[in-house]
């Protein structure tokens, strides 16, 4: 038995490679691409699971026919691996309820997520959680050892697997192991409030290649390296691993920001099931059964305190009380997906929402004619689409966002240029997407202020509008989920080399 500097104790570490499976390219992420329903007669099926990453990597493994190893969603449940239609071989990895409760729920979402997220919620920490993300850890280890071929590639995903590349490295040095934080790297006076920050940052540093989104996360990232006894050398690069680090054993990771992006060919076509005209009358409806409004707002997030959602009704409410906009002519549609709802500031956040809706719709509905139109549920990526394709405004006002590929998602819609974009100064979306009309979601009158300008400017100034969306859709065909993945895997064969 050895122990990895994150204090995790491997069993059958090796220094020649364990027993390796057949895969030569493995995802690990804490979610698999589907969720496990059990229907009321009890036969199992497959959901869609939520999120931005599930989007982004969905397509990536799919065009390298990949090993993706993860959660199937629900305690308790430990499905054989199976592979889907699209060639995608699914390696389930069980977690049960106490996992569930301590390690996905406890430090993955009340400890880390609300940390990583510069405090909008304050974190909980909790040595039993920490205890369980370890061995679940361990657990997650283990598997994508079992399965990854010698000289495999290993590209672990996100905050809930940070000690997965050092138990790894331990099981199976052979591997070429790259790391991608899919939420923010907070500024290190706020990462060092982490009890386990020293465990945490070695487990991470055993990996080849370490990715965030944003140019800021890699100088928060290596600030904060600068106060441990690493060695650092090059500059910050977009697409390019421009840094390296060596740490005290020698070993060197490379260190740079990609930023993610979206399936933008999946978007060219209004639904994968139907036709152009069948799409465009099934969007008419829509709009006809909404009361033809002139004017759409739409909201699309997984229920979650970061995404500002509540803050966005409240801005919506006092421009119609002010009569800026007219109950009679606007409406605005909130698609607010399931996400954490055992979590207590989840749970608040979603009955504040609600309260918001239904007091919004009592003040200013008519009988049949919601002002504001809520789901709390998934939709179907083609439904997603009409929403997207329906909407003349999309708001997008996290308080803090690693990237929101929702705000992206909308701007591929627009092979017209029409529409815009309310988009906050704290998604990382925004660093690309500059023509947005930009918002502080702290401010609400700053975010009634780019509302009223969105709307404005689509009557007064359509010819700018169009520059300015046409601008945000030339940046998102241009930068694909294709160009992020090639991106860094071909920095990762660079850094292993
Ligand atoms: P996050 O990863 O924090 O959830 P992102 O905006 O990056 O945020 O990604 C969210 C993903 O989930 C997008 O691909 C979006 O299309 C999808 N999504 C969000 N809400 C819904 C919904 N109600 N139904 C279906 N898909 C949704
Ligand atoms: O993109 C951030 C992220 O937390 C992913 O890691 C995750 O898959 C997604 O959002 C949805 O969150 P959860 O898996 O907790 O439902």
Known sequence: MSETATGVSVKGANQTGGAA???????VANRLPVDMITEADGTKTWQASPGGLVS?????????QGCWVGWPGVADESPEPFRTERGVLLHPVELTQYDYEEFYEGFSNATLWPLYHNLIVTPEFNRSWWDAYRDVNLRFATEVASVAAHGATVWVQDYQLQLVPGILRQLRPDLTIGFFLHIPFPPPEIYRQLPWRDEMLRGLMDADLIGFHLVSNVRNFVELCRSYDFEISGDITIREAGITITTPSGHKLGVGAFPISIDTSAMATPTASGSHEEADEALEQM?????????????????????????????????????????ADVALVQLATPSRERIDSYRITRSNVEEAVGRINGRFAQIGRPVVHYQHRSVSKDVLMRYYRLADIMLVTPFRDGMNLVAKEFVATRADSSGALVLSEFAGAADEL????????????????????????????????????????????????????????????????
């Open 21 to 27: 499976g057949n895969n030569s390219f493995v995802v």
């Open 56 to 64: 982004a990597l969905s397509p990536v493994l799919e065009k390298h």
């Open 287 to 327: 709009h006809l059964d909404m009361g033809s409004p002139s004017t759409v707002f739409l909201g699309v997030d997984r229920l979650d305190y970061t995404k500002g959602i509540l803050q966005r009704l409240l801005a919506f409410e006092e421009l119609l009380d002010s009569g800026a906009l007219d109950p």
């Open 434 to 497: 500059t023509q947005a009309h930009l918002c502080n979601p702290f401010d609400i009158e700053d975010t009634k202020k780019a509302m009223l300008q969105a709307a404005w400017g689509l009557k007064d100034n359509p010819e700018m509008m169009k520059e300015r969306m046409a601008s945000m859709y030339n940046q998102v065909m241009e930068h694909d989920v294709d160009l992020w993945a090639s991106a860094f895997l071909s920095a990762l064969d660079k850094a292993r080399a």
